[in-house]
Structures are given as structure tokens and as C-alpha cells.
């Protein structure tokens, strides 16, 4: 039998316990170079204490606290998820507010893509046709008619990459002016809005809705109303539509695409299905690469937070003033307050695949999932569907499900999405590159035509965080530029859109 090299990944001098990187675990008895020995088997990603824990002891990782000690913990055992209590989240009424703002890194000059310039002064990484919908009542209308479009009208029009039904269950139904409709109001329009589609969406009304298509768009775009006298019938209907995209599709097809700094780039990062190696391989990599993405003037957002929330007191210093500190408080404010209303916390985050993947809570995943933003100040926070405007780091407070979580970055603005994945997901979407990064290689190798980039080579010592994140910078930038394609993209693999609606429906 071939003896295999036992390989512990400690992140943080600090840290009391380590995760096995060997992929298929560790035997009880496995000698590691520094002495330790383990007393029981360990499945890869999973943590070893590196030394006695005492009852109540804390347990740290990243150089944090991720929990406490339930009972003893002997030197050399594993740590599961039930041996480490959940410490409270930091309180936010005492968090250090743009107290230790990073310098600016050294800028990067010279890096471009070719992109698709609108009138209003963003940049689209596609050329497409979006048809938007007020109401989920006209979605499979529109989406007959996209189908028809696709095979009849946009052979004749090369120059565009797509038509795209902007379909969504919203729309009717619902308290449209309690507070919190104005969330999936604005994402609506901002997705309507959004760069790919020339910053200009022809719409599809049923008529009697709730959201009018004066409230989703105020104005600004073609409408086809079902319920209008002239159409008699389905057949009508369909064929009106396909009229108003032809007209469409004859101006999308006359845009070329131009060189644009990178700075115009708009990057979105999340994760999902995320294990203990994420915050050791894929996250910090994405991270390298959000910091070069900086340095070039771009736009880069993060999200998510449930999964920010416990590593808060490690972004709070690095807002750029008090008001953009104040303003990441204000929004994990808002959802401790939303998920209290459900009777719930930021423990309901964690999924039993994180779990699997070594994730004993909440707190350890956010301490993993924040290394995606790198090492820059936090330049400005957005609250859920609000377009992105800042350049630099931002925060785009969204929940941390996949599908919403993209969605209402697709209304901040992204024209290029980065996701990390430890479990896997084949998750893709219509509007984007979605650039999906895998914390570990036997992922990469048992997904060889989902996964884009293997992060997981960090582990094992075959790459540099640096290397990884600079293979993802320049990836970025060919995709951006309509060059190649990602696994999700070759496969068609576009996820529906899902709206955060945290309002009554009626
Ligand atoms: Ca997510």
C-alpha cells in the first residue's frame, strides 16, 4: 500500500485545532512530523485539537473564537460540530468603526477589457435582449415567445449574444406598499436596468397587477400590455411581443464592442455549499483577486449576511469612514431584526452539507466566507436591490441563498460573478459569467466540466493563493471580454431569478 503523507492545514498561529487536508481523512494513530498523533480517525476537512481543551476552553480558528469547548477535548481528537458551542455574534453596538482603514494598495495600470458601452455610462460584458416581466401571470407567455425569438428572429441579428425572460414570481398578490416591497421593487427595476442589456428592458404587463409598469421601470422602457383591446387571443399576444423584440434586437445589433478599463468591471463574489477548505483556499484566492480588481479600479462587491454578521468586528475597522461603518452596522441590524421576526438567527445559516464539509457553525463559515474581500478598505454599503455606485470594495447586503443572493447582485449591478464552492453546485446564471471556483481538487476532478478554476491545489501546496488569484483576475477579464466561456455558460445552465421579498403577500 502506498503510504500517504499526513497533511494538517493550520490557518492562524494562534488556532488551537487544524483541518486534515488529506482527502480521504486520517486513521486513528497517524503520526503527524511535530509529534501529534491522532486518537481517533478524521474525515478531510474536519478539525483535530492540536492540543488539550479543558471544558468551556475556547476553540479558535482563523485566529477567532469559533466556539467553546462542550466537555473535554483531548490533543489529537476530533472535533465535531457537537463538541463546540455557538458563542453569541459580536454586538453591535460596540464594534471598532473605521478604526484601522488599509492604506490604498500600489494601483494597476493598463488592464482592459472589451466591453458594451450604454448610454448611461456603465458597461455591459454582453450584448442582450432582456424582456421583463411586472408579474409572474405573463411568465410562461414570455417565455414562449423567448423561445420563439431565439429560433426565428435572433439568427437574423449575429451582433447580439442572447434574449433573456426576466421572469420572477412577484408582482400581484402582494402588500406592494408595506416597507419592505420596496425590496423586490427596486431589484426589478435595477435587473431591468442591468449593463447586459443595454440599460434598456422592453417590458410584458398582464394590465390589472399590482406592479404597473410606470412603478417597476418609471417610465423608461417599451411596454406590451396582454389585456390590451387589440390583442385577440394568444397567438396576438405572442406576435406583438415578438414584434417589439425585433425592433429591440435591430438597435442591440448595431453596438460593437469597445476597450474599457477595468475599472468598469462590476464583480460580484459569493459563495455557496462552502466546507472548511473554503476559507483556506478558494476564498482567500477570490480574495487575492477581488485586491487586484481594487488596484485596477473596479468595482467588487461581497454579500451575504448571515455569513458576514460573526466576522463583522474584523470589517467594521476597515470602512473607509463612520458612515460606511455605520451603514454595514445598520444593515446587520436590519436582518438580525428580519430574522428575528421568523423566529430565528444566523445559526438557521449553516446547512447539513457545510457540516459535512468540517463546518461546525456559523461563526467558522463567516470567518472563511469574508476572506473573499480581500485585504482593501470597505468603500461603501448598499441595502438589498439598490444599484452598486461606488468603485473599491463594497458591501451589497443580500441574504446568503445562492439563487437571491445573485439575483440582487444582478440589480447592484454585476456584469461578472465569482462563486466558491466547496460541496458543489452546477449554479449558473442567464445574464453573467458565473466563474465557479472549488476549494477542493477532488471537487475539480470529479466536476472536471462544471468547475472553472480548482483552488483546492492551494491545500496540497501545487499553487499559491497568488497564482489562483491572479489565474482568476485574468480569467475574469477574458470573459468579460466575450472570450471563452465558463463551464455553467457551455452547458446553459442559467439558475431562475429569485427575489428577496422580506413584505406581507396578501
Ligand atoms: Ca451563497
Redesign the pocket.
Known sequence: METVEPLYVRVHQRDNVAIVANPEGLPAGTSFPCGLELTEAVPQAHKLALCDLAPGAAIVRYGEVIGHAQGSIARGSWVREEMVSLPPAPALDQLPLATSVPAPLPPLEGYTFEGFGNPDGTVGTRNLLGIATTVQCVAPTVEHAVRRIQAEILPHYPGVDGVVAITHTYGCGVAIDAPGAAIPIRTLRNIGLHPNLGGEPLVVSLGCEKLQPSRMLEGRADVVRLQDEEHRGFAEMVAAIMRAAEKRLAGLSQRRRRTFPASELVVGL???GSDAFSGVTANPAVGYAADLLVRAGATVMFS?VT?VRDAVHLLTPRAVNLDVARALVREMAWYDDYLGRGSADRSANTTPGNKRGGLANIVEKALGSVAKAGTTALMAVTAPGERVRAKGLVFAATP???FV?GTLQLAAGMNLHVFTTGEGTPYGLAMVPVVKVSSRTALAERWPDLIDVDAGRIATGAASIEEVGCEIFRLLLELASGRGETWADHWGLHNALALFNPGPVT
Request: aromatic fraction near 0%.
Open positions: 459569493q459563495c455557496g451575504e455569513e446568503a441563498g445562492d443572493c
